[in-house]
């Protein structure tokens, strides 16, 4: 899952990706509903999910035409709000902001089960609970997103005295910060740096977040103007989407041959430790209960956002979220 205003080596502009043609009882082809969706980052294999809903028509079967669009979480979760995208997926904190500023979005569907950032650190850190931080030098990309979420929830959730951690702002380098030894560890996602540092032979530990705060991670969402306007586009949306996902995780090996389609500048020699991001974000996607999301989980989210400060307004919970479109039969 990546976040709002990453710093991109490359600008891509509204990649769109098709899906596959539908059918009519005729043998006609039938007229899909072009629906956009907004992501953050570039074209990437975590979001395997949406490509197999693409590819193996899982959206045209509802009668959808899905086109995604790559930019900024935040930007796409305004749009979306207002109107001018359909649908975008964004994490809990993103949809908890968006709300306190009076924008009407809502949450329809879980992807992510469990929080994908993590404290990463460095070779020969004798650290095994944040507790052991005391005196150690923490790399952020920035005080913004969902690292810095993750950093202050686990600060919030672990009791960690934070004046006692060095905390800098070293950009989007924490793999190389860490290799290069100047921060002690850094905030990253756990299906990233963490992959690539062990692959270069470097013995690094995680701290994952999830396992002190259960913070609501990246979903679908849809502004409030089409989800009262049209719930059946919703529910279908949903229904394609959650079908990718299990699809996914379910046969890895074809979602990751499908994604060396929609990718093909990923080469050979990169495949290998995609498929590792890929079975890395599998694992952050198993659910018991695929696309439902949790009531506690969202009132703990807003709690620890209001109580460090990120949070400056009350928000009505029960308007962040509805389980509707995922329990619908």
Not at 153 to 168: C, H
């Amino acid at each position: 899952m990546k976040t709002s205003h990453l710093v991109l080596s490359i600008l891509i502009l509204a990649v769109g990706l098709t899906g596959c043609a539908g059918s009519t009882s005729a043998g006609q082809p039938a007229q899909l509903r072009r629906v956009s969706l907004g992501v953050g980052y570039i074209p990437n294999v975590q979001f395997a999910p949406l490509y197999v809903a693409q590819k193996k028509g899982f959206y045209a079967e509802e009668g959808l035409d899905v086109n995604i669009e790559y930019g900024f979480e935040d930007d796409f979760v305004a749009l979306a709000a207002q109107g001018e995208r359909d649908f975008a997926v964004a994490s809990g904190d993103q949809v908890i902001l968006a709300r306190a500023q009076g924008l009407p979005i809502t949450y329809v569907m879980k992807w992510y089960e469990r929080f994908p950032v993590a404290l990463l650190l460095g070779p020969g850190q004798a650290v095994s609970s944040p507790a052991e931080l005391a005196g150690k030098t923490i790399g952020l990309p920035g005080f913004f997103g969902a690292s810095y979420v993750g950093w202050k929830g686990l600060v919030y959730a672990a009791n960690i005295d934070e004046s006692a951690v060095k905390v800098e702002d070293i950009g989007f380098t924490q793999a190389a910060a860490i290799q290069q030894g100047t921060v002690d560890g850094a905030m990253v996602y756990i299906a990233n740096e963490p992959i690539q540092l062990r692959n270069e032979g470097l013995d690094v530990s995680v701290i994952e977040v999830s396992d002190y705060l259960n913070l609501i991670s990246n979903g679908l969402v849809v502004g409030d103007k089409l989800l009262q306007a049209d719930p059946e586009l919703v529910q279908k949306m949903v229904r394609a989407t959650l079908r990718g996902l299990q699809y996914t995780i379910d046969t890895p090996d074809e979602a990751f041959k499908i994604v060396r389609e929609v990718i093909p500048e990923m080469t050979d020699a990169d495949a290998p430790i995609q498929r590792q991001v890929l079975d890395a974000s599998i694992e952050l996607w198993r659910s018991q209960q695929p696309g439902v999301t949790d009531r506690q989980a969202w009132q703990n989210s807003a709690d620890f956002m209001r109580d460090t400060g990120l949070l400056q307004t009350e928000v009505n919970v029960d308007q962040l979220f509805t389980n509707q479109f995922v329990t619908a039969k």
